[in-house]
C-alpha cells in the first residue's frame, strides 16, 4: 500500500513537480496546500500518513503548522522542506514535532523514505 502524502508549499510549480517526483518513486500523493491554513485543514481532511511541508508560508511558518498537526489525533507524520538548507533552521529543527528536514533540491523518494523508517 503506498504512503499517502499532502504537499504544502506556496508555489505551485514546486508542488507539481514534487508531485510527479514521489508520485514516480511509489507515494501517492492524495492533496496539495498553498498556505498553513489551507495545510491543517486538507491534512483534517485527507488524513495522509505524511505531510511534505514548506518552512516559508504566506500566513503560518511551517514549525507553527507542524506544532498544530502534531496535536491532532492520529497526527500525520511532517517533513519540512524548504529552498535554504538545514543549518538555517538548525535550533529549530530540533524542537520541533517533525521526522525531519530535506532540502527542496535534494528531494526524492529515497530520502523521504528514509526519514519515516
Request: charged share 30%.
Amino acid at each position: 500500500m503506498a504512503v499517502t502524502v499532502l504537499i504544502v508549499d506556496d508555489y505551485e510549480e514546486f508542488r507539481h513537480t514534487a508531485r510527479a517526483l514521489l508520485e514516480a518513486e511509489g507515494f501517492q500523493v492524495i492533496g496539495e496546500a498553498a498556505d498553513g491554513a489551507s495545510a491543517m485543514s486538507e491534512a483534517a481532511r485527507l488524513r495522509p500518513r505524511v505531510v511534505l511541508l514548506d518552512i516559508q508560508l504566506p500566513d503560518l511558518d511551517g514549525f507553527a503548522v507542524a506544532k498544530e498537526l502534531a496535536g491532532r489525533d492520529a497526527a500525520p507524520a511532517v517533513v519540512l522542506i524548504s529552498s535554504r538548507g538545514a543549518g538555517e533552521y538548525r535550533r529549530r529543527l530540533a524542537a520541533a514535532p517533525v521526522c525531519g528536514f530535506i532540502p527542496k533540491a535534494e528531494l526524492s523518494g529515497r530520502r523521504l523514505d528514509e526519514l519515516l523508517r
